[in-house]
């Protein structure tokens, strides 16, 4: 018997999805278990899908490896099952991603299911989905898609946002948020120590000034006593 893949995440849908198939019979273990798997996944916030141009076992191999080595540990890519995909996203605010479901087709997404469990290959010291720059994954994804010919981006979404091919390709040429985070401490900050520089600097001008006034009258008293007329 299959196990059933736990759901760490349900989607919130307005209807319950159907138990019966067809036949009136309930699914079997496989496809609970590949039902309840889409659904986690679709939980990433970063979830793009491609047309699989028949991609080869190895291939595949070689795309997930990259994937965890330029992109994030947790990033993964799938084969799905269309049909049952389009089941798992019925009556859900993800619904109208059906039409991208058609034909071969490959995932990638960030699989936080895998924290529920310890990897070996995960950081030791764990790793916190809220640190996880979700911008430079999306981008990291596009880049490691783009050497495989055989995947065509066709969408996906972002957070709760569907995206069509030329927004996920938008946002990827966005600043990260390290980069955002630093442009915006420059922003703040770079005036006031400007600032503190000006402030501090007036004192140490004006003890310079102040010094060069008392030399000045140092030398005109100096003078003026030289030139003091001699009593007759």
């Given amino acids: 018997m299959v196990e059933v893949a736990p759901v760490l995440t349900r989607l919130p849908r307005s209807a319950p999805p159907k138990a019966l198939n067809s036949l009136n019979k309930p699914f079997n273990d496989r496809k609970k278990f590949l039902f309840n798997m889409y659904e986690e996944q679709l939980a990433s916030p970063v979830y793009l899908v491609f047309q699989n141009h028949n991609l080869t076992v190895n291939e595949v191999k070689k795309v997930r490896q990259s994937l ?27 619904a109208n991603m059906g039409p991208l479901f058609t034909g071969p087709v ?66 990827a040429t966005l600043p990260s948020f390290a980069q955002l985070h630093a442009q915006l401490a420059a922003g703040v ?4 120590q400007s600032l503190h520089q000006t402030v501090n600097h007036i004192p140490q001008s004006l003890v310079f000034t102040l010094n060069e006034v008392s030399k000045e009258a140092e030398v005109l008293t100096a003078t003026e006593k030289t030139e003091e007329p001699k009593p007759e």
């Fill in 68 to 94: 965890k080595e330029k992109c994030h540990p947790l990033a993964q890519i799938g084969i799905v099952r269309t049909a049952l995909l389009k089941a798992v996203i019925r009556d859900t605010e993800f």
């Fill in 106 to 171: 490959a995932i990638m997404y960030l699989d936080y299911a895998r924290l529920a469990v310890p990897h070996a290959d995960l950081p030791a010291e764990g790793v916190d989905p809220a640190e996880i720059d979700t911008t430079a994954v999306l981008r990291s994804m596009i880049e490691v898609a783009g050497q495989q010919a055989k995947l065509l981006l066709i969408g996906g979404k972002f957070d709760r946002q569907l995206l069509n091919p030329q927004l996920v390709k938008h946002l």
């Fill in 189 to 192: 900050f770079g005036p006031i």
